[in-house]
Every structure is written in C-alpha cells, then in structure tokens.
Nanobody
C-alpha cells in the first residue's frame, strides 16, 4: 500500500520560513518523479514544484521561483519543500505527489499517488 505522508505545515508570519517533508512508503521511491501542489480555499489545486528521480532537475511555478526549493533524499524515501520569504498568498493545503512521468511535470494527472496534505497559513 502506497503512502505519502506530509509534515511540517503550520502558521507563520509573512517573511518567515517553513520546511515541508513528505515521507513515502510502499513504492520504489527512486523510481518516481515527485511534486508538490497546493490548494487554497475555493481554488483549484495548483502546481508548485517537481523534481526528477535523481534530483538533478527541478521545475517551479513562477509564483514561487527564488523562494521555494524542492529536494529529495532517496535513501530516506523523502521529498522536501523549503519555503522562504512566505507571503499570505502562499496560504493553502500543500500536497505531495508521486508520478511515473519521464521528467518533472506540472500536470496533476501525471501523478499516481497523493498525500493527505498539510496546512500552511501565512499571516500578514
């Protein structure tokens, strides 16, 4: 049974930082592209970032470029999202996802497995 479990969410003031983690089990972690998506209240789920199997290539939404960094540790079956310079508009539930696409992908349909999400709230 595949499980993706996010952690590290919380409340922070604008300008602050958070680090999200997503621990995977039940799959060959190194064989999956990993991604982070987010969904704000009343909005669709949006792509945030993704990373290739090796970790050598990444992709970011324009809204988070230069502020967020995705990384992975295949030995620990974990993907991370370092979020700096947080803004109130970053407030959302953040989801990690695992997919079998060839490279980093922004499309949610390319991901086969999803975590339950972790709430991030940024106050002004």
């Amino acid at each position: 049974q595949v499980q993706l479990v996010e952690s590290g969410g919380g409340s922070v003031q604008a300008g602050g930082s958070l680090r999200l983690s997503c621990a995977a089990s039940g799959l060959t972690f190194g064989g999956y592209v990993m991604g982070w998506f987010r969904q704000a209240p009343g909005k669709e789920r949006d792509f945030v970032t993704s990373i290739t199997r090796s970790g050598r290539s990444t992709d970011y939404a324009d809204s988070v470029k230069g502020r967020f960094t995705i990384s992975r540790d295949n030995a620990k079956n974990t993907v991370y999202l370092q979020m700096n310079s947080l803004k109130p508009e970053d407030t959302a539930v953040y989801y990690c996802a695992a997919g079998l696409s060839r490279g980093p992908t922004t499309y949610s349909n390319d991901y086969n497995y999803w975590g339950q999400g972790t709430q991030v709230t940024v106050s002004s």
